[in-house]
């Protein structure tokens, strides 16, 4: 077998340890790319093709991380990872690690954490890696690596949510989910999620956002049912899909472009976060992204034609702060 082919078997695994490191698609795959250029250069070949690949894509996402979270700091409005609708790389003897790890609300848990911390816990705890293996990986010792995996895991412990366990259970309830969200059914709607549901967006300052009030399941419910139902109207579609391996959606307009991705938490029966991806920087490798903006302003002409907009319901579209606001 070649190297270039041995490294193809392995670029499934790498792209997702880089990805759940870095929590961008595109920052992972330049970090597999710069690990095949580092490799291909290598004079040597490894003993541990494996090991050897896997500790020279953490390295490189331990460094782009350590620069990108001083852009995140400046980032406008909530930061949400870039949405992943498909892992490549599958482990049936770790499924449930890989799957847990992927989910937006897990890898906003591993914001919280270092850099080192981060690759120590994904490594290890998410695709199970030695401590020799992890120390070598990271440029640490195996007792510093242990000490940082305690307090990795302590971290995300305290702040994992829980979710509904039967997966089956929770497709069927975001099948009902959509198929209200479409209709625009505020009862309906308003029966799956949570009282305390939150919709959060996140538009980087380039796409309308949510404005941070939108929660509740009233609000939620009554938000929903004004603009989804002339989205449709417009041409837009609703495309169930796994995001991150959540029950959600990709929303297109009327040329198939992607509007946004919509991905569900469910709780104990319940909807209890709504997370929308909306900025178009985090975007392009769904498809080819829409103009968000002018989505919004058809879809919100639409909706004041069939019905003027009244005191208590008014949607606001603001291009320079990036924030969409029913009240």
């Not at 490294?7 to 970090?31: C, W």
């Not at 490799?39 to 090991?51: C, F, G, H, Q, V």
Request: hydrophobic share 45%.
């Amino acid at each position: 077998m070649t190297r270039a082919e041995r490294f193809e078997q392995l670029r499934p695994l790498l792209f997702s340890i880089a990805y759940r490191v870095l929590g961008s698609v595109g920052e992972a795959e330049d970090a597999v790319q710069e690990t095949w250029l580092r490799y291909d250069a290598s004079p040597t070949e490894p003993t541990s093709t494996k090991s050897f690949l896997s500790a020279v894509v953490t390295r490189i996402s331990i460094d782009v991380l350590r620069s990108a979270r001083v852009r995140r700091e400046e980032y406008v409005g909530p930061w949400f990872p870039e949405p992943l609708l498909a892992d490549p790389y599958s482990d049936p003897e770790r499924s449930a690690e890989l799957a847990d790890s992927l989910s937006m609300a897990a890898l906003l848990l591993l914001e919280r954490l270092s850099p080192l911390e981060r690759a120590v816990f994904v490594l290890r705890e998410v695709f199970g890696f030695g401590f020799g293996e992890v120390a070598a990986a990271v440029g640490r010792s195996e007792a510093a690596c242990r000490q940082l995996a305690v307090r990795a895991r302590r971290h995300m412990d305290a702040g994992r949510p829980r979710f509904e366990a039967d997966r089956r259970a929770r497709e069927e309830l975001a099948e009902r989910f959509f198929d209200a969200f479409r209709e625009g059914e505020v009862d309906g709607l308003r029966a799956l999620l949570a009282a305390d549901v939150r919709l959060v967006g996140d538009g980087g300052g380039k796409a309308p956002q949510w404005s941070t009030h939108f929660a509740g399941a009233e609000n939620v419910a009554r938000l929903l049912a004004a603009l989804v139902p002339p989205f449709l109207r417009i041409g837009g579609l609703v495309e169930p899909r796994p995001v991150n391996g959540e029950p959600g959606a990709v929303l297109r307009d009327r040329d198939g472009k992607v509007v946004g991705t919509w991905a569900l938490d469910i709780v104990d029966g319940q909807v209890r976060t709504i997370r929308t991806v909306i900025n178009p920087d985090k975007l392009g490798h769904v498809g080819p992204v829409a103009d968000a903006w002018a989505v919004l302003r058809e879809t919100t002409r639409v909706a004041a034609e069939a019905h003027p907009p009244r005191t208590d319901q008014v949607i606001r579209a603001t291009p320079g702060t990036g924030v969409a606001e029913v009240g």
